[in-house]
């Protein structure tokens, strides 16, 4: 008799289990055809087109302000940034990327100073 209650408390069980992963991959396709939508949505469209618009003219706003200094960063990885880089390397000497300032040597090299003031030549 109380093999057969626990064999009864083990399929009951079984059926929550069953049932409960039902609702929730249900959920699921319902929250994914629910994002499927918003993606879609024209309103969510112009919303990151205009995210994307800000964002393009923060960029430039950054890269025309690190064109006129050398000793601002920039951490923009983009082939525009490398050009102001280098640019700004021909004519002031030094350039900051990424964190490091580089510098442009006499004869040419770009190196970077050490915390004890050596020159560790990249170029």
């Given at each position: 008799?109380?093999?057969?209650?626990?064999?009864?408390?083990?399929?009951?069980?079984?059926?929550?289990?069953?049932?409960?992963?039902?609702?929730?991959?249900?959920?699921?396709?319902?929250?994914?055809?629910?994002?499927?939508?918003?993606?879609?949505?024209?309103?969510y469209?112009?919303?990151?087109?205009?995210?994307?618009?800000?964002?393009?003219?923060?960029?430039?706003?950054?890269?025309?302000?690190c064109?006129?200094?050398?000793?601002?960063?920039?951490?923009?990885?983009?082939?525009?940034?490398?050009?102001?880089?280098?640019?700004?390397?021909?004519?002031?000497?030094?350039?900051?990327?990424s964190?490091?300032?580089?510098?442009?040597?006499?004869?040419?090299?770009?190196?970077?100073?050490?915390?004890?003031?050596?020159?560790?030549?990249?170029?």
């Amino acid at each position: 008799m109380a093999g057969l209650f626990i064999i009864l408390i083990f399929i009951i069980w079984g059926l929550f289990k069953l049932f409960g992963n039902v609702r929730r991959d249900a959920l699921a396709k319902a929250e994914r055809r629910a994002y499927e939508a918003k993606l879609k949505s024209k309103e969510y469209i112009a919303e990151q087109e205009e995210r994307r618009k800000k964002e393009l003219a923060y960029i430039k706003e950054t890269l025309e302000k690190c064109k006129k200094n050398p000793d601002l960063n920039i951490a923009i990885y983009n082939d525009e940034a490398w050009q102001i880089h280098w640019d700004r390397l021909n004519n002031y000497g030094r350039s900051m990327h990424s964190g490091v300032m580089y510098y442009k040597g006499q004869r040419g090299g770009i190196y970077t100073l050490s915390a004890n003031g050596t020159r560790n030549y990249k170029y």
